[in-house]
Antibody, heavy 120, light 110 residues
């Protein structure tokens, strides 16, 4: 069965960076784009960007340009999302998700989420 | 910064029908398909409806989606206690070149 398993919770200080991993299993990793979303406390999901696991190509939401990097290691079916220059506004649960369609907002499987807390 | 607008809450008694609206624009719902997610407390969103009105395997037919112009709706027929959750619509936005989510609707079963 398809599974996306994310790394554990992180606590970071303002100005630091965080790198979240998402290990895929149960399907051909290179066959589906991986998207990343985040959800701040009491808010709805916010889309951050995508990575093409086959080519490594990526695209990010304007809001995160210059601060986010999405990468992958196809040999271990794992995607990564790194966010730099953290502030308290980045405190949120971060999710990876498999895209069911291209350019559609159709995410058929999600990771369990990784809580990132930014606090001094 | 949600681009898609939903009512903050909806409610009904067990067995009733509840509908949730999602209003967008020509750059998102008006030109792309709509997806709906259900989120139970403390869990990841779960795909409920994709491509406007398609249900993934395992989703009961009590849930249905529709779209007209730049608006979409999710209907829950035969409301059950386990349907109490937050619901979000989502669509691709051609102007932003990214996915946009709705503001979310909390469904309460009275």
């Amino acid at each position: 069965q398809v599974q996306l398993v994310q790394s554990g919770a992180e606590v970071k200080k303002p100005g630091a960076s965080v790198k979240v991993s998402c290990k895929a299993s149960g399907y051909t990793f290179s066959g589906y784009y991986m998207h990343w979303m985040r959800q701040a406390p009491g808010q709805g999901p916010e889309w951050m960007g995508w990575i093409n696991p086959q080519s490594g190509g990526s695209s990010y939401a304007q809001k995160f340009q210059g601060r986010v990097t999405m990468t992958r290691d196809a040999s271990i079916s794992t995607g990564y999302m790194e966010l730099s220059r953290l502030t308290s506004d980045d405190t949120a649960v971060y999710y990876c998700a498999r895209a069911g369609d291209f350019w559609s907002g159709h995410f058929d499987y999600w990771g369990q989420g990784t809580l990132v807390t930014v606090s001094s | 910064q949600s681009v898609l607008t939903q009512p903050p809450s909806a409610s009904g008694t067990p067995g009733q029908r509840v509908t949730i609206s999602c209003s967008g624009s020509s750059s998102n719902i008006g030109s792309n398909t709509v997806n709906w997610y259900q989120q139970l407390p403390g869990t990841a969103p779960k795909l409920l409806i994709y491509r406007d009105n398609q249900r993934p395997s395992g989703i009961p037919d009590r849930f249905s989606g529709s779209k007209s112009g730049a608006s979409a709706s999710l209907a829950i027929r035969g409301l059950q206690s386990e349907d109490e959750a937050d619901y979000y619509c989502a669509a691709w936005d051609d102007g932003l070149n990214g996915c946009v989510f709705g503001t979310g609707t909390k469904v309460t079963v009275l």
